[in-house]
Every structure is written in C-alpha cells, then in structure tokens.
C-alpha cells in the first residue's frame, strides 16, 4: 500500500504491436507480491480492486492512448484510482510501423505501404500525430500527474532477463526467471505470402457490418480461414510480379529520420527515472 494504506495501483499502457500480449500472458502472472488483473477482466476491474486483499495491483491493457477510446480509459482510472503508476512501451518508429502494416494486410488491409503511411500528407491511414512518442508520455504525464515510467521493446528483444527484472523492480514483485519463458513466437507470414494477401484483399470486400452478434462472429471468423488459406498457398505458388518489396526500406529510413528527435527525446525522458538496456 501506499503511505496514505490505499492499494498501490500501477496501469502498463500498452500501446499496439509492442509486446503487451508477451508480457500479459507470459511475464505479468509471474510476477510475485502484485495482483495482476488480466486484460479480459478489465470491464470488472472495479469489483476486483473492491474485493482484492492485495497491496498492489497492475491493470494492463492495449491501448492508444492518443485517441479518444484509449484515452477514456486512462480517464476512467485516474479519477477512480488517483496515484496510479503508468507504464509504457515504445517502438524504434520504423519498427512499429513495419509490424503495424503487416498486421493491417492479416486484418484484410489492401493498400499499399505508400498509401498506408504518406509521410507527405494525411491521407495515409496514421495520423502523423500519432506517432510522436513524447506526445503520448505528455498524455500520461498530465492524466496521472506523474512521470509514467518508459520502456522500449528493444531492450525486451536484447535484455529480456534485465527487462523482466527491472520491471520487476518498479513493481516491487519477486518472481522466479526460470519461470518466464519467451515460449514459441507464432511464426509471421512471409513478404511473398502477404503480397498474395494484400492482392486477395483488394478484390476481397471484407464488411462484418453484419445484423447480428453471432452473424458478425460467424463472417469474421471464415474471411480470417480465408485469409489463412491465402497466405499458405502463396507459400507455394510462384512470386508475384510486383516490383516494389512489401514494404520500401527507403521509406522506413525516412520515417526514422523525420522522428528522430522525437526517439531521441523519448530516450532521454526514460534515462531519467532508470537505467535502459540499449
């Protein structure tokens, strides 16, 4: 508990295609000395504060929290749970956006890289607002009135033990490391299987605007078999004959230029409160 006996709370913001599901399925039930309310249990993480016996709790939960759902829910916690701790993990821009991509073509997504990302104007699918990391740290910093405690998936990638322990730390929990284990990563489809993807999602007219719970559940989950069907037999059909890679190198590089005092200020922001891994 905190110096008042309230329950410590902490809330790991986990922002899109940065590790959250690794660290809520395989690191955050580990963890020893801290009640960690599983993301499905969200909705009645009200109740389960209320009846919980422990001093400190973590909420986690994927979200953006630069957009107005994601924000709504930061909202909600501070104003039930004043002195809660934020957390957050960042993603070399580059990065991010390469996952971000490639997970849009798996969620029937047709466009190409150029016009899901234009660097030039608005009219990609990413607000160029939303990429600017210390935007989000502000957001954080302003909701709790407290400096949120940043963390990059990089550090994960190369110190996942010192990752793990150093959370740890900030959390105030034990846990035994060898029972953490990264486990088996889901194999990514291959540059050629997500071309044959993106060409059967331009023809392909995804709409789960279906009139029923059950109808909607039913559609999503035969365009995803579809999908799936797609992408494997790519795996053994002939490369299309599309010049362009997947997704231009070239623009990547210039994605990280134009950020790059926005990575750099993030670095420094986390420096202050802790030692970085990378």
């Not at 986990?14 to 580990?30: C, D, H, I, R, Y």
């Not at 957390?87 to 821009?93: G, S, T, V």
């Not at 322990?165 to 990514?188: C, M």
Request: glycine share 4%; proline share 5%; hydrophobic share 35%.
């Amino acid at each position: 508990m905190d110096k008042s006996g309230k329950k410590q709370l902490f809330f790991h913001v986990g922002m899109p295609k940065t590790a959250s599901t690794f660290l809520q399925n395989k690191v955050f039930p580990k963890y020893q000395d801290i009640f960690f309310v599983k993301k499905h249990d969200f909705k009645n993480h009200q109740k389960i504060i209320e009846n919980s016996t422990a001093d400190k709790i973590l909420l986690s939960l994927e979200i953006n929290v630069d957009k107005p759902n994601g924000y709504n829910k930061v909202q909600t916690i501070t104003k039930r749970y004043p002195g809660t701790i934020p957390i957050i993990l960042l993603r070399k821009h580059s990065s991010w956006v390469r996952s971000k991509y490639k997970y849009y073509i798996r969620k029937h997504g047709k466009l190409p890289f150029d016009k899901y990302l234009d660097l030039e104007s608005e009219q990609g699918k990413i607000n160029h607002q939303n990429l600017i990391y210390i935007n989000k740290i502000k957001i954080l910093e302003e909701a709790f009135q407290c400096r949120p405690y940043v963390f990059f998936q990089e550090e994960l990638k190369q110190n996942p033990q010192q990752f793990i322990a150093q959370l740890a730390g900030i959390l105030g929990a034990r846990y035994n490391p060898d029972a953490i284990k990264s486990g088996t990563v889901k194999k990514a489809y291959s540059e050629k299987q997500l071309k044959y993807v993106r060409r059967f999602n331009s023809w392909y007219n995804y709409d789960d605007s279906k009139s029923s719970k059950w109808k909607k559940f039913a559609y999503k989950k035969f365009s995803g078999l579809l999908l799936h069907t797609v992408a494997l037999t790519g795996d053994f059909l002939p490369p299309l004959s599309e010049d362009t890679p997947l997704i231009p190198e070239g623009k990547l590089q210039e994605l990280d230029k134009k950020l790059q005092n926005d990575w750099k200020q993030s670095i420094e922001y986390a420096k202050q409160d802790r030692t970085l891994l990378f």
